[in-house]
């Protein structure tokens, strides 16, 4: 037993690595891969009477994604994810910028506070935007009391609230990657540049912002990509007119019945997404 | 800028502080405050369903970090410790694919597959696809600290004076590695425990974790109660986190004095023969 045990440990047999490593790997095979493969299978299949589905290949489902009406929700979905990336990256950025080289003793505190919100249930924040931003929300009342406004905005159900709960959601996935980019950066080449006579704007845009480039573009995948998906936060924060892709999706599988349909739109998410990482790969290794 | 970390921070903070004023607010409707009770939290306490939906998901994430935790330390030792093989870096990638897949993927994926293979949604369904999704936490966060003992000779100590690589691996590395370990296997629990869209689509009829406990309160009627619920989750939040990192910051200083301990050990265990 001994033995049999330190040959799996050493790792002097190529076997032994396999070993470790294969109850993982068959765990992600069973439960990541083969459901991926059968979503994709499913997509390129036939519905069926009564939601059944029945095994003949069709590329319909496809052609019917790409029909104006779910176009229009594919677009719009793709807009709110860049436009929620765009404003995490403005919001984030000053501050990645700051936990780096401002916060000093407090760095392990603001980082720890960056990941509470992080951690808390997403559907307990919906819950409290949804009471901030309703139309006799907080907010709302608070501006009326002052003064700036003379009837309540309409703050809940637009695009405006539902870009608001994405980039609050996923602030956090753009902040850490800029902040580990931030982090490695050698602050001799910071001080070289001043030396040299840059100021700080020159400095920043010809030296930190190149040399960090790979952790925004690490940080912009990370918040597109679960921006693509998301659903909840168009339930509860958006109205009809905002409507995306992830809502589709969950509609076609829980309501509509048409597995099928629903299958093909994750498909092309699924495209979307692997087309993101290939890029995200091709800028990483200049690290 | 500090004026601008400032508002960063309030706007982090701004839903948690409503949600903890708002559960202390004596009003059914959410918007004004009518004075101080504590009868949400009471009204917690008494509602069956929702303290049994509680218990469901505390032993799905139970289950579901025991079983990542397990299949993480074995993957992160051969790809931490183990010569480069073949296929290293196809594993580490094919490790950290479940943190890149949206969870709607994930969960109409499962979901379709076990329709399919008419698998029956139940517990342990859920469970297993709970803990595919917490294995990249707990794969990477044992990985580093195996990586950063890896200049350790201690285990080179321990095999001169007489020990196997599996006694080494037992009483050194292991010990060394523990904080790592338990610390990955909080973040699996914590993950497990606030998923809500895999859960969503794979758990049955029957099953009902407290996040889609949560899901069909928010669905069928505004209650602040939730309020409530909220905040004695985020506590028990800040608890696990306030632990994890103390675990990870301890466990330098313990690590030295763990292994002098073993030191000792295998010296004074290497000297009794003779």
């Keep these: 037993m001994d033995a049999w045990l330190s040959w799996l440990i050493c790792g002097r047999s190529r076997k032994s690595s396999y070993a470790l490593l294969a109850p993982a790997v068959l765990w992600l095979a069973l439960f990541l891969i083969i459901p991926v493969a059968c979503l994709l299978e499913l997509g390129f299949l036939r519905l069926g009477p009564y939601g059944t589905v029945v095994f003949s290949l069709t590329l319909s489902n496809f052609s019917r994604a790409i029909e104006p009406r779910y176009l229009e929700i594919l677009l719009r979905t793709l807009g709110y994810a860049g436009i929620t990336t765009l404003l995490c990256l403005a919001l984030g950025f000053p501050a990645a910028y700051y936990l780096s080289f401002r916060a000093g003793r407090r760095r392990e505190l603001c980082l720890a506070a960056l990941m509470i919100p992080f951690w808390t249930s997403c559907l307990v924040a919906l819950y409290s935007w949804m009471i901030i931003l309703g139309r006799e929300g907080l907010l709302n009342s608070l501006l009326l009391r002052s003064g700036l406004i003379a009837h309540p905005l309409r703050l809940l159900n637009t695009p405006f609230s539902v870009v608001l709960g994405l980039a609050y959601f996923y602030i956090p996935f753009m902040v850490l990657p800029l902040y580990g980019s931030l982090e490695k950066l050698p602050r001799q080449y910071l001080e070289a540049s001043y030396d040299l006579g840059a100021g700080r704007a020159r400095t920043f845009f010809k030296v930190t912002l190149p040399l960090c480039l790979p952790g925004v573009v690490a940080g912009c995948i990370l918040t597109f990509i679960p921006c693509m998906g998301d659903f909840l936060t168009a339930e509860f924060l958006g109205g009809p007119r905002t409507y995306l892709v992830g809502n589709l999706i969950q509609n076609q599988f829980l309501m509509a019945q048409d597995w099928p349909f629903g299958a093909a739109l994750t498909s092309v998410l699924l495209i979307l997404l692997v087309a993101g990482l290939y890029f995200y790969q091709r800028v990483e290794p200049q690290r | ?254 690590a030295a004095d763990a292994a002098d301990r073993a030191l000792e050990g295998a010296a004074r265990q290497a000297a009794e023969p003779a």
Excluded at chain 2, 188 to 194: D, G, P, R
Aim: one cysteine or more; glycine letters at 6%.
């Design chain 2, 1 to 254: 800028m500090s004026a601008y970390i400032a508002a960063f921070y309030a706007f982090l903070y701004a839903p948690l502080a409503v949600m903890f004023v708002f559960s202390f607010n004596d009003a059914r409707r959410n918007v004004a405050w009518k004075g101080f009770t504590l009868k949400w939290y009471a009204q917690l306490w008494r509602d069956g369903e929702l303290l049994r939906s509680l218990a469901t998901s505390l032993e799905l994430a139970l289950v579901a970090a025991a079983i990542a935790t397990l299949l993480g330390l074995l993957a992160s030792y051969a790809l931490a410790r183990h010569p480069k093989f073949r296929g290293r870096q196809g594993c580490s990638a094919l490790l950290s694919v479940p943190l890149m897949m949206p969870e709607i993927v994930m969960g109409v994926g499962l979901l379709s597959l076990f329709s399919r293979a008419r698998v029956p949604l139940n517990f342990w369904t859920l469970a297993c696809a709970h803990a595919m999704i917490a294995l990249p936490y707990t794969a990477s966060a044992i990985r580093a600290r195996l990586l950063s003992l890896k200049d350790s000779r201690l285990e080179d100590a321990a095999m001169d004076l007489g020990a196997t690589e599996w006694q080494a691996f037992r009483k050194i590395t292991l010990p060394l590695a523990r904080p790592a370990i338990v610390a990955g296997a909080l973040l699996a629990f914590t993950v497990s425990f606030e998923d809500f869209v895999t859960s969503f689509f794979i758990a049955g009829i029957g099953i009902v974790t407290l996040p889609i406990k949560i899901y069909s309160m928010m669905k069928f009627g505004v209650t602040p109660e939730i309020n409530a619920l909220a905040c004695c989750l985020l506590l028990a939040t800040v608890a696990l986190l306030a632990l994890r990192q103390r675990l990870l910051s301890g466990a330098q200083e313990r």
